[in-house]
Structure formats: C-alpha cells, structure tokens
C-alpha cells in the first residue's frame, strides 16, 4: 500500500508576478484577415480575456476553490498522482470515479460536485449520494510528469483501479469525457473486477457497415462531425501526437499562447452560439488555463497524445461488457449513434440524446 498524503495547493507569489509580466509585455500578431474564429482565437477577444486576466481575474481564485475539497496525492508506479476524494455524509453513497481530458483538468467537475455527494442539498434524493475521486492525468495539473513513455490509456486505467482499492473501496462506478472516456473505457474492458459500471459522455466507436451504405440522419451528423473535426479541428492532436516537445516550448513560455490553445476549444466545444462566455464566464475560462500554466504542463499533457496516437494502443472496435451508460450531447465532436456504441459497449443501460450541450 502506498502512502495517501494530504495536498494543499499553494501558489509562488514571485511565479503570479511573473505571469502579470508576462501578460504586460505580450508581443501580438496581426489581427486575423477573417470575421469570425476559422482562423483560431480572434484578437480582440484574445486581447479583453487577457487584460481581464492580468488586471481584474484573480490570481488565487483557483488555488483556492480547490483548496475548499479534500486534496490528496498518492504513488502509483512510481508517479505522484494528485486527486480530489470528497466523502459523502449519506450511509447509501456509492464510489464515483471522475476522470476529466485535455484541456480540462479537475476543476471542471467543481460545478457537478455539490449535486454529487450532497444531493438533498440540491433537491434530489439522499440516496443519489457518492463518494467522489476525481484525479488530475499524468502529467496534468497537480499529478506528477512521467520522466518515461509508457503512460498511456492502459496504464492510466489500471493505475485507476489501484487507487480506488487503495481507499478501500471494493467497488465503484467510473465516468468520463474526453481523455476521461477513453480511460473509463479501458477500465471498463479491463474488467478487473471492481468496477461495477460506467458512464461516458464521449462513447468511442466506428461506425456501422450499414451506415456507410444507407445512413440515418444520426448516422449522417455524426460523419458531418467526424469529417469537420478531421478537416479544420484537429491541428493541435496532430501536433501533439507527434511533436509534444515543440508545441511545449512556447506554450510554457508564453501565458498568452497558453490561453489561446486551450480557450479556441472551448469555442469550438462547446454549445455557445458563437461565443465561450455563453456558457463559461471569463473567470471560469482563466481557472482551467490556470491549471495549466501554474503547473507548466503544456508538454507533459500533451504528451498523452503521443503516447496514445503515436503509439499501438488497443483500439476502438475492443468489447466492453461491464454495464455502461451513456449520454450524447449534441455539440460533441462526434455525437455517436447508439448502433456504431453497441458495436463496442455491449451491455448500454443506458442511453439519452440530450436536447443542448457539447464536448464539455
């Protein structure tokens, strides 16, 4: 058994005065030649969101939000993972494994946090309630950097598993998005025992013959998203599934960067009608970015690309038999038809087409 250790976030004051700096004495491109976002995060919108950042957000907003859970770290195959373990007060709560993706990180589950392990608080049933654990990925945020390749999806997903039986429960359900999806799949077709469910927001699969011959209209979205994706969204996996160390550099160097790289899919990820702070507020924005920047882990997260894209993992036509739920946004990247998921998840539960909502 490995040693769990209480975590408390405490960011340098010389690191914050250096980010105002930087932010101070940015060097801008030229404005886009484009009216709209097809070109990447626009310039003025990039300018205000940054100027909010150095002179209204503040600084410690993130420290300490995360710093009001239980926070704790723990070694895993040598490697500091860092996760949130808040305990419900209800006797019927049941273990809930939340794992977020890129660019997320554990802030983004704050928001659903409360409803989970208090639910009488927010007028739903007492016996709703769940334990949480909601880890940081290697190499994301608070989590140790491997210092060797390795750490892909199969390697997360059992790490997982080994964290949940080291605080004791011999049981638990698992959800994810993202990164998140695909390692509570992988735990899911590991199967080793204690996980008793799953839940993604993201289901993986291809499609079916039959939609490549007579498609439905679902079967149609999800290759309009598919085809989008491919053609004008995924730049940034390509770079990062193949050249992680590059993209790094100036991603750790520059907060501007940083924030550009990451608020652009926030943009495109979600279902805001044209606008990020639709949905998320400037400061809601700057907290994930914070994650990032604060624990310079450009490179080191995306890493996860390259180990996984670049690399012979287990793909997405493997069986999964454990029970599985899952809920499909309409703004996803790839809003999958419940026939290409049975392909793969072969005991859905579960299934509901939510009527707004995306990646995020």
Same mark, same amino acid.
């Given at each position: 058994?490995?040693?769990?250790?209480?975590?408390?976030?405490?960011?340098?004051?010389?690191?914050?005065?250096?980010?105002?700096?930087?932010?101070?004495?940015?060097? #801008?491109?030229?404005?886009?030649?484009?009216?709209?976002?097809?070109?990447?995060?626009?310039?003025?919108?990039?300018?205000?969101?940054?100027?909010?950042? @150095?002179?209204?957000?503040?600084?410690?907003?993130?420290?300490?939000?995360?710093?009001?859970?239980p926070q704790f770290t723990i070694e895993i195959d040598g490697l500091e993972i860092y996760f949130l373990h808040i305990k419900s007060t209800e006797a019927s709560s049941r273990p809930l494994l939340l794992t977020h993706g890129w660019p997320g990180s554990v802030v983004e589950f704050?928001?659903?946090?409360?409803?989970? $392990?208090?639910?009488? =608080?927010?007028?739903?049933?007492?016996?709703?309630?769940?334990?949480?654990v909601i880890p940081a990925l290697p190499g994301y945020g608070f989590s140790g950097k491997p210092r060797t390749s390795g750490w892909g999806i199969e390697k997360i997903a059992n790490a997982w598993d080994s964290l949940m039986g080291q605080l004791g429960?011999?049981?638990?359900?698992?959800?994810?998005?993202? #990164?998140? &999806?695909?390692?509570?799949?992988?735990?899911?077709?590991? =199967?080793?025992?204690?996980?008793?469910?799953? $839940?993604?927001?993201?289901?993986?699969? #291809?499609?079916?013959?039959?939609?490549?011959? *007579?498609?439905?209209?679902?079967?149609?979205?999800?290759?309009?998203?598919?085809?989008?994706?491919?053609?004008?969204d995924s730049g940034y996996s390509k770079i990062q599934s193949t050249r992680p160390q590059s993209i790094g550099y100036s991603l750790s160097d520059s907060p501007i960067a940083q924030a550009a790289w990451i608020i652009e899919k926030f943009y495109t990820w979600t279902d805001c009608d044209g606008n990020p702070e639709n949905i998320l507020s400037k400061d809601q924005l700057l907290d994930n970015v914070m994650m990032y920047w604060m624990t310079n882990s450009a490179a080191s997260s995306a890493r996860l690309y390259w180990q996984s894209f670049g690399q012979n993992i287990k793909g997405s036509d493997q @069986?999964? $038999?454990?029970?599985?739920?899952? *809920?499909?946004?309409?703004?996803?990247?790839?809003?999958?038809?419940?026939?290409? &998921?049975?392909?793969?998840?072969?005991?859905?539960?579960?299934? =509901?087409?939510?009527?707004?909502?995306? $990646?995020?």
């Amino acid at each position: 058994m490995s040693t769990i250790k209480p975590f408390s976030i405490a960011f340098n004051q010389s690191d914050l005065d250096d980010l105002r700096r930087r932010l101070a004495t940015a060097r #801008w491109p030229e404005q886009e030649t484009v009216t709209d976002w097809t070109q990447g995060v626009p310039l003025d919108y990039l300018k205000n969101l940054c100027a909010h950042w @150095e002179n209204g957000y503040d600084l410690y907003r993130v420290q300490n939000l995360l710093n009001t859970y239980p926070q704790f770290t723990i070694e895993i195959d040598g490697l500091e993972i860092y996760f949130l373990h808040i305990k419900s007060t209800e006797a019927s709560s049941r273990p809930l494994l939340l794992t977020h993706g890129w660019p997320g990180s554990v802030v983004e589950f704050s928001g659903v946090i409360g409803p989970l $392990h208090d639910p009488a =608080n927010f007028n739903a049933s007492a016996d709703d309630a769940f334990d949480l654990v909601i880890p940081a990925l290697p190499g994301y945020g608070f989590s140790g950097k491997p210092r060797t390749s390795g750490w892909g999806i199969e390697k997360i997903a059992n790490a997982w598993d080994s964290l949940m039986g080291q605080l004791g429960y011999q049981s638990y359900f698992a959800q994810g998005g993202d #990164w998140g &999806a695909a390692v509570t799949s992988e735990i899911g077709r590991q =199967n080793l025992g204690a996980c008793q469910a799953i $839940h993604v927001n993201m289901p993986q699969a #291809w499609p079916t013959k039959a939609s490549r011959t *007579s498609p439905t209209e679902q079967d149609k979205a999800a290759f309009a998203g598919a085809r989008f994706y491919m053609a004008d969204d995924s730049g940034y996996s390509k770079i990062q599934s193949t050249r992680p160390q590059s993209i790094g550099y100036s991603l750790s160097d520059s907060p501007i960067a940083q924030a550009a790289w990451i608020i652009e899919k926030f943009y495109t990820w979600t279902d805001c009608d044209g606008n990020p702070e639709n949905i998320l507020s400037k400061d809601q924005l700057l907290d994930n970015v914070m994650m990032y920047w604060m624990t310079n882990s450009a490179a080191s997260s995306a890493r996860l690309y390259w180990q996984s894209f670049g690399q012979n993992i287990k793909g997405s036509d493997q @069986e999964i $038999h454990v029970p599985t739920g899952c *809920s499909i946004f309409p703004k996803e990247i790839v809003p999958l038809p419940k026939t290409w &998921a049975a392909q793969r998840y072969k005991n859905i539960q579960y299934w =509901n087409h939510l009527a707004r909502g995306g $990646h995020f």
